[in-house]
């Protein structure tokens, strides 16, 4: 089988890539045959911007239809998320224990989804592995890159 990743998605992180793959196949796909068409008619090949601006063009669409295609090979959509305790697709409030003035949310998703400034962190993250199996009351340790600190969980939505 080999060793397959598994990629982490909510519903709307799925229908995400669904429309991103379809726009990729129906729209920029066929606009970038297109300026490769019109490159090509403009004669020399060799010194030409348009066409090599327009074949990079092309291996970015089709590495990215690739990537996508693989990842919706692997999907498993985050659901049945627990209430009781922390884990994937739990939406955690955190008080840091030395600074209890400084509250955070974050909703754990799977890392394609991830967007620390919309309040996503990856669950491959120091804060979310630290976090995960762990109830409301919690006092625990993070191992960050910038040393250990701790959090208190508040709240698991």
């Known amino acids: ?22 726009e990729l196949i129906n729209e920029k796909r066929p606009a970038n045959i297109q300026s490769i068409k019109e490159a090509r008619s403009l004669g020399d090949l060799s010194e ?11 291996a970015q669409i089709e590495g990215r ?8 090979e692997n999907v498993e959509i985050i659901k049945d998320i627990p209430k009781d305790k922390v884990g994937l697709g739990s939406t955690v409030g955190i008080k840091y224990v030395d600074d209890p003035d400084e509250i955070d949310e ?12 919309e309040g996503r962190i990856s669950n491959e993250s120091p804060i979310a592995i630290a976090l995960m199996d762990h109830k409301v009351g919690d006092i625990i340790t993070v191992e960050s890159p910038n040393g250990a600190y701790e959090v208190e969980i508040t709240k698991i939505n």
């Open 1 to 22: 089988m080999g060793n397959k990743k598994v990629v982490y998605l909510t519903e709307e992180g799925l229908n995400e890539l669904k429309k991103e793959l379809d």
């Open 48 to 58: 030409n911007a348009d066409y090599d601006a327009a074949k990079n063009e092309q």
């Open 106 to 117: 974050y909703q754990i998703v799977g890392s394609q989804e991830a967007d620390p400034f």
């Open 65 to 72: 239809i690739k990537t996508i295609e693989k990842m919706l």
